[in-house]
């Protein structure tokens, strides 16, 4: 299996620009987070979903975050417009969701972003 | 709410010493319990995992045990390497919530030749 896919991986954009990272989930996994890193905060997570559906948004730090997941093997984070204290490493993961099941996640390698 | 606390980093140690980073929790239900690593530049993986009181998991010479008594899930490992320096995040998962885990900060462990 190929793992979490995110695209793409590194991103520097000027402020005031709209940002759109990428995340494909392992296939077969049914539910999908978005995590934010930094060395202040650390690992935040922002938003989750479960069969394409939004459970908990409650993360997303601003209206200025969105995120879809419009089928199973896509979802998107979008940021507009950016501002530099949005540059960080955002994580995209997915699991197995079910009774009986153990939910570890499996994590995409990331996509840096800089906003100047 | 649920929460992890880990030890504060960062940690440093020669090679071949002793490993401890403690981790202690607070859940409604009973969690199973994850460590994870991040090597630089990396996403998150999976190190190990137990998913029920006096369960142990163990990889790559790291192991955990689950003690319910004290809500801990403290990382150990016999002799680290130089391979070994990552930040390291204790985690739980309840049975609910689609899955989602809530983490501790990382402890970030250097291991020096």
């Known amino acids: 299996d190929a793992g979490v896919i995110q695209s793409p991986r590194h991103e520097v954009t000027e402020m005031g620009q709209e940002v759109t990272l990428r995340c494909k989930p392992i296939s077969g996994h049914n539910s999908l987070f978005w995590y934010r890193q930094t060395m202040m905060r650390g690992l935040e997570l922002l938003i989750y979903?479960?069969?394409?559906?939004?459970?908990?948004d409650s993360g997303m730090p601003e209206d200025r975050f969105s995120a879809k997941m419009p089928n199973a093997s896509f979802s998107t984070l979008k940021i507009q417009p950016s501002e530099p204290r949005d540059s960080a490493v955002y994580f995209c993961?997915?699991?197995?969701?079910?009774?009986?099941?153990?939910?570890?996640?499996?994590f995409g390698p990331g996509t840096r972003l800089t906003v100047t | 709410g649920d929460s992890v606390t880990q030890m504060e980093g960062p940690v440093t140690l020669s090679e071949e010493a002793f490993l401890t980073i403690n981790c202690t929790y607070t859940a409604t239900g009973y969690p199973s319990l994850f460590w994870y690593v991040q090597y630089p530049g990396e996403g998150l993986q999976l190190l190990l995992k137990?998913?029920?009181?006096?369960d142990k998991g163990s990889n790559k010479g790291f192991e955990a045990t689950y003690r319910k008594e004290t809500t801990s899930f403290h990382l150990e490992k016999g002799s680290v390497q130089v391979s070994d320096s990552a930040v390291y995040f204790c985690?739980?998962?309840?049975?609910?919530?689609?899955?989602?885990?809530?983490f501790g900060d990382g402890t970030t462990l250097t291991v020096k030749p």
């Open positions: 137990a998913t029920k009181a006096d």
């Open positions: 985690a739980l998962s309840l049975n609910t919530n689609a899955g989602k885990s809530t």
């Open positions: 993961a997915s699991s197995l969701y079910g009774q009986g099941r153990i939910h570890e996640q499996y």
């Open positions: 979903f479960n069969n394409n559906v939004p459970i908990d």
